[in-house]
């Protein structure tokens, strides 16, 4: 074949319109934010309206707007906030891996700016913006300094007794309460307080109380609402229009007032301190950290924070989802093989996962779903979401703790990878992850070896509240064993 020949059949090839799909691939290579599609973006308002009564969707539903938004623009989406600033959304499993794995020494994750904020107009209290909100070298020393204690397994090791304890007033607590037909009215409110006086014990190495029959003491009630409305205002200053920038909102408002009721609680927690306390290896090892003294208190505040809203809702979710299951729950209660509930667990964190989403910020260009991302992005891996598509996991919507078991295991696992990451990923990963992994199953069994747990509803209401939450009041039956 001559040269004209090629360059004729090339001519004809272009003329009628094909193209080799090679060269439509590269082709469809975005390389602008503007081009990645979602909801109109008004000029310096963004996409906020979209929770707004014009737009339908409400922040405390925010996981069904994304699910409407991959369904009506495909598996990445845009939102802009104000200055029209891109967030994009990302859903499918080979963009997720790529952005988690391009992390390098100082990941970033936007910052709950509205703490950072007020963080630093009290440097009386706080040298920087702590573990969860601080970037680069800081967010480095103080990882390095915080967290060997508590993510070590010989530490964890010596919580659980204590644990098993704890679960053991929990269970005498729901025996007092429950009504006539072995109703509990709020679990919500008994799980919290379970998540209260677990962090307590494990930060300052004592028993408080929290469980105690006769009444919620003073301080777990007043720290308990705190730190609710610590997380519904950190939602609201987050996803809301960024006000408070400009002058005290009322979120704003109540997210400094809730800071300052934790710190001043976790102060008088301390004040308290006994001589159990002092031997506590973690209050110990954050006593000793070679940190500013003032980001020792608030270490303190932070670990007890996120840890009794989490380990809360995490519980009820997961009673929520074995109470369909009475065989699930007989195989629990006679089981001395943890590998069961272990998959328990990691099919509720499919299902219904505290943490729904994790946001990076770029640190290298990304070709993500044919859209050339840039460094310095916000970029949300919608984790939750992609857990519940067809495409990754058989059968995604049923409860189905089999799948990590026996021949279906190595399947799963695989297709697990970068997408089931409750609790994050990486070196920003969650510090407490070890020693939830090591405590939700002892709570569990303990649970289930005293009763039989059912539940009216299928499915539990979730509501957005910075993490995702049940919708209270949670109604539950235990029946005693
Ligand atoms: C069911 C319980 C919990 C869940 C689902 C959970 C989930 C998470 C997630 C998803 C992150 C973000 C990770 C990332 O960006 O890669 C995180 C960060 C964090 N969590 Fe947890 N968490 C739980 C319990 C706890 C507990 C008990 C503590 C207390 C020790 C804790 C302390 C923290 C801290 C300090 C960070 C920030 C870490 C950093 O940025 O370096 N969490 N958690």
């Keep these: 074949m001559d040269i004209l020949t090629v360059v004729f059949i090339g001519l004809f090839f272009l003329m009628v319109g094909y193209r080799p799909p090679w060269w439509s691939k590269k082709q469809q290579?975005?390389?602008?934010?503007?081009?990645?599609?979602?909801?109109?973006?008004?000029?310096?308002?963004?996409?906020?309206?979209?929770?707004?009564?014009?737009?339908?969707?409400?922040?405390?539903?925010v996981h069904l707007f994304y699910k409407d938004m991959f369904q009506k623009y495909g598996p990445i989406i845009k939102e802009e906030a104000l200055w029209n600033i891109p967030v994009i959304s990302i859903v499918r499993r080979n963009d997720i891996e790529k952005v988690l794995k391009t992390s390098g020494k100082f990941p970033i994750r936007p910052p709950t700016e509205a703490i950072a904020y007020y963080r630093k107009s009290r440097p009386e209290r706080y040298a920087s913006a702590g573990l969860v909100n601080e970037q680069g070298e800081t967010?480095?020393?103080?990882?390095?300094?915080?967290?060997?204690?508590?993510?070590?397994?010989?530490?964890?090791?010596?919580?659980?007794?204590?644990?098993?304890?704890?679960?053991?007033?929990l269970c005498a607590l729901i025996k007092h309460f429950r009504q006539k037909d072995n109703k509990i009215d709020q679990l919500e409110l008994l799980t919290r307080r379970l998540g209260l006086e677990v962090m307590c014990t494990l930060v300052l190495g004592r028993r408080m109380g929290f469980l105690l029959p006769e009444g919620e003491t003073d301080i777990a009630r007043r720290l308990r609402i705190a730190v609710h409305h610590h997380f519904l205002s950190c939602r609201d200053t987050y996803y809301g229009l960024p006000l408070?920038?400009?002058?005290?909102?009322?979120?704003?408002?109540?997210?400094?007032?809730?800071?300052?009721?934790?710190?001043?609680?976790?102060?008088e927690l301390v004040a308290n301190a006994d001589e159990a306390t002092k031997e506590s290896i973690i209050f110990e090892s954050i006593l000793k950290a070679q940190i500013d003294e003032r980001e020792k208190t608030a270490a303190i505040v932070d670990f007890i924070a996120s840890g009794i809203h989490t380990l809360g809702n995490t519980l009820v979710f997961l009673l929520s989802l074995i109470s369909q299951r009475k065989d699930v729950q007989e195989e629990i209660a006679a089981n001395?093989?943890?590998?069961?509930?272990?998959?328990?667990?990691k099919e509720t964190f499919r299902l219904l996962p505290t943490a729904f989403c994790l946001a990076r910020?770029?640190?290298?260009?990304?070709?993500?779903?044919?859209?050339?991302v840039k460094a310095g992005n916000v970029v949300v891996c919608q984790t939750g979401l992609a857990c519940r598509d067809p495409e990754n996991f058989s059968r995604p919507n049923?409860?189905?703790?089999?799948?990590?078991?026996?021949e279906e295991k190595s399947?799963?696992?695989?297709?697990?990878?970068?997408?089931?990451?409750?609790?994050?990923?990486?070196?920003?990963?969650?510090?407490?992850?070890?020693?939830?992994?090591q405590s939700l199953p002892v709570i569990l069994k303990e649970l289930v070896q005293n009763f039989i747990i059912s539940y009216d509803k299928k499915n539990v209401d979730i509501s957005f509240e910075f993490?995702?939450?049940?919708?209270?009041?949670?109604?539950?039956?235990?029946?005693?064993?």
Excluded at 246 to 264: A, C, Q, R, V
Excluded at 398 to 406: A, D, K, S, V
Excluded at 467 to 481: G, L
């Design 29 to 61: 290579i975005c390389t602008s934010t503007s081009q990645i599609p979602g909801p109109i973006s008004l000029p310096f308002l963004g996409t906020y309206w979209t929770f707004s009564w014009i737009g339908g969707y409400s922040l405390n539903k």
């Design 336 to 345: 001395e093989n943890s590998e069961y509930i272990k998959a328990c667990i």
């Design 139 to 169: 967010w480095a020393h103080l990882r390095a300094n915080l967290t060997k204690d508590i993510t070590s397994p010989q530490t964890i090791a010596t919580f659980l007794p204590q644990v098993a304890a704890i679960s053991n007033d």
């Design 361 to 372: 910020v770029l640190e290298k260009d990304l070709e993500l779903s044919g859209h050339l």
């Design 411 to 437: 399947k799963t696992l695989a297709s697990s990878t970068f997408l089931l990451l409750p609790f994050g990923c990486g070196k920003r990963q969650c510090p407490g992850r070890r020693f939830i992994e």
């Design 467 to 481: 993490i995702m939450a049940p919708v209270s009041p949670v109604q539950m039956s235990f029946e005693d064993r």
């Design 244 to 267: 408070w920038k400009l002058f005290h909102t009322s979120s704003y408002s109540h997210l400094i007032d809730s800071e300052e009721d934790i710190y001043n609680l976790a102060l």
């Design 398 to 406: 049923e409860f189905l703790p089999e799948r990590w078991l026996g």
